[in-house]
């Protein structure tokens, strides 16, 4: 063993409730940076994977990232001629050849897709109201791109297929309307279409406000319901690897024209105040390690002050300056590795704890456990963070040392 | 040198050779402290020591006999004026490069024994052959063991320094200061905190390093006894040699 570690050593055993102390402190700041950044970190990919699920991968809409430029503009491109008061040509609303489009998208590697008529209708039952949002699917391409299906109660999409009257309701909206299956409501549309439409299935989300308003339907019913025969106006995408989505997306929009939002692009501000999230944990939790590295630098500095005496003796054997530093240097450095490693024990017994914590926010309906993250670059961060705070803690006061003149100390002990 | 003047040493087995390498030299040395009051430890000392002397300085208190000591040992650095060691001038050496010629060339012994408290007798001798590195580790214990049992303290070597006695301390650093097998060890008052026993055991062992073993000791004391087993005394005034200067 190299003969500075072993100083090392001896020096931190010779002073063993100090060093302990600042052990313990080190121990306990990483145990509480692993607890809190599997917590953090783990209720992140825990929503994350909530949106991934319960969101579209990708929704191709009937709409333009920029308005079509209108005819007359068109004709004198880049004229003087100033256009004005033009009335705007009426679009369609829908997807253009959204069969072609469909084909096209399903196409692509790894990539599913179900076409949706979006609109909104009022259900009416028993003399009360409710405007609801009402989704024409075709049920064995909806299944496919969507987890909807499993969160049903009673009923299925598949109803749907056999039963061109049949409607599906959340359980929000059951229990509000009283509803219960083979209820008949009638749906009045905005164009004043009006059918009576039998409940065939009950979905829960856990999400209030879905469960409450919305509605699936045959995509043929809603078209009629809605007066737009034959036509789309949402592709719903899921891709194998929802990680992908943007890169799809932008694919897909550049080859079909209309706007394809993957779900990146649609919680970009929630992954931006995750992000924020994280800096602000992963700041707090490291201040309680440079707190703990305020412990290391107090039992570095006692045991130089204490020992000086042997610092200048074992300069003036022969050792440099780089050595008596290396010997403090090291004192940290052990402590510091050490601590972390206790600390990684102590951490992982607590996530370990917290993953058996059961509760019930508010707003889901479901017992949760706490969701820890295992993830490994929690464990190197916070082991590398350690140690180096310790590193930089054991510094001044072994630089101190290495300074030690012994001549200065000689005289004052003869 | 005069037969008289070494006249009070014990018999030698060896007599030191008049054409003797010259081992150590202060050429006009001076040490000055800087400051508001600037003090001047060393004054102007030019000194040749050669191989096998046993040199003993004297002088009264304060008068900067540890100061020429630290010097010659390169603890300390001149403010003018060179240290030559083994025929190197050592004024052109940096602290690590210092430090490194300390460890190979000299060993010291103090007034107070200064071994590491936390180990052992036999680590502490061991420690200057670990920081070298040129022996194996089981050679090294050989050789720090041989040294504890030619110094008589060989049953002491798992104790620690605490459990010795005064003169078995600074024994057990004398076997240190040895452990590289150094050209000169350097002494600052050895015997100054020993009983009469203990202090003549201990100038018994230094003279013997120099007649027996051929090392060159240069010590500071105040002992008369010591002295006068010297082969050579240099008297230290106001930093300076004073050829007339007697205790
Ligand atoms: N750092 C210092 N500042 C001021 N005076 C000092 C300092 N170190 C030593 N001295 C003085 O220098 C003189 C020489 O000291 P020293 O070499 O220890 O003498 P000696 O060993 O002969 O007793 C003494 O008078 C001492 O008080
Ligand atoms: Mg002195």
């Given amino acids: 063993m190299a003969i500075q570690l072993d100083i090392a050593i001896t020096h931190l055993t010779s002073r063993k409730r100090q060093t302990l102390v600042s052990l313990v402190g080190v121990v306990l700041g990483v145990a509480f940076f692993l607890a809190v950044s599997s917590l953090m970190r783990g209720s992140e990919k825990d929503f994350i994977e909530r949106l991934v699920d319960n969101s579209p991968h990708i929704t191709v809409s009937d709409e333009f990232r920029t308005a079509g430029r209108q005819p007359a503009a068109l004709a004198w491109p880049d004229g003087a001629v100033r256009i004005s008061n033009v009335k705007p040509q009426t679009e369609t609303r829908g997807i253009r050849g959204w069969r072609q489009k469909l084909e096209y998208v399903e196409a692509l590697p790894g990539v599913r ?35 909807i299906e499993d969160r049903f109660v009673e009923g299925s999409l598949d109803t749907l297929a056999a039963n061109p009257n049949g409607i599906v309701i959340g359980q929000g909206l059951a229990d509000k309307f009283d509803l219960d299956m083979g209820s008949t409501v009638s749906v009045v549309s905005a164009t004043g279409v009006t059918r009576a439409m039998k409940v065939v299935g009950i979905f829960r989300t856990g999400n209030a406000a879905y469960d409450e308003s919305q509605t699936f339907a045959a995509l043929k019913r809603v078209q009629v319901l809605l007066d737009r025969p034959n036509r789309v106006n949402r592709l719903i995408v899921q891709l ?54 305020f412990g290391i630098y107090n039992t570095i500095s006692t045991i130089v002050m204490e020992k000086t005496r042997d610092i200048a003796i074992l300069k003036s054997m ?9 010997v403090f240097l090291y004192e940290g450095l052990i402590v510091g590795a050490i601590g972390s490693f206790a600390g990684l024990l102590a951490g992982m017994a607590i996530m370990k704890g917290l993953e058996q914590v059961a509760l019930k ?23 590398a963070f350690a140690v180096l705070s310790s590193l930089a803690a054991a510094w001044l006061p072994a630089r101190k040392a290495g300074r030690v003149h012994p001549v200065d100390i000689l005289r004052g002990a003869s | 040198m005069t037969g008289e003047e070494r006249a009070g040493a014990p018999t030698r087995t060896t007599p030191l050779a008049a054409d003797a390498p010259v081992v150590l030299r202060a050429e006009n040395v001076v040490r000055r402290l800087e400051g508001e009051v600037p003090v001047t430890l060393v004054d102007g000392v030019t000194l040749d020591i050669r191989r096998g002397e046993f040199v003993a300085i004297m002088g009264p208190s304060g008068s900067g006999k540890s100061s020429l000591l630290y010097l010659l040992g390169l603890l300390d650095v001149p403010s003018e004026g060179r240290v030559w060691l083994d025929g190197e001038d050592t004024s052109r050496y940096g602290e690590d490069e210092l430090a490194n010629r300390r460890l190979e060339k000299l060993g010291f012994v103090f007034q107070f024994h200064f071994l590491l408290a936390e180990f052992t007798v036999l680590d502490n001798v061991r420690l200057p052959m670990r920081r070298l590195g040129r022996r194996a580790p089981d050679e090294a214990e050989a050789r720090a063991r041989e040294l504890l049992g030619h110094f008589g303290v060989a049953e002491q070597a798992h104790k620690r320094p605490s459990q010795l006695s005064g003169g078995q301390r600074q024994r057990v650093a004398i076997a240190r ?27 018994r062992i230094l003279h013997d390093l120099t007649h027996e073993f051929g090392k060159t000791v240069v010590a500071v004391t105040h002992d008369g006894a010591f002295a006068a087993a010297a082969d050579r005394r240099i008297g230290i005034v106001d930093g300076r040699i004073d050829e007339s200067w007697r205790p």
């Fill in chain 2, 177 to 203: 200061a040895l452990a590289n097998d150094p050209l000169v060890v350097l002494a600052d008052e050895p015997t100054g905190n020993l009983d009469s026993v203990s202090s003549a055991n201990v100038r």
């Fill in chain 1, 318 to 326: 022969g050792f440099r300056a780089a050595d008596v530093q290396r």
């Fill in chain 1, 113 to 147: 897709a179900a076409p949706v008529l979006m609109g909104s209708a009022v259900l009416t039952f028993a003399g009360r109201e409710e405007g609801v949002s009402l989704s024409g699917v075709v049920p064995a391409m909806m299944k496919e791109v969507s987890t």
């Fill in chain 1, 361 to 383: 926010p508010p707003g889901v309906n479901d017992v949760i456990h706490l969701p820890v993250w295992w993830g490994a670059d929690q464990f190197v961060l916070a082991t």
């Fill in chain 1, 240 to 293: 194998d690897d929802p990680h992908r989505a943007r890169d799809v997306a932008t694919e897909v929009e550049r080859t079909i024209g209309y706007k394809s939002v993957s779900w990146i692009e649609a919680t970009e501000d929630i992954q931006s105040v995750l992000q924020v999230r994280n800096v602000i944990m992963y700041s707090v939790v490291s201040a309680i390690l440079v707190v703990a590295s």
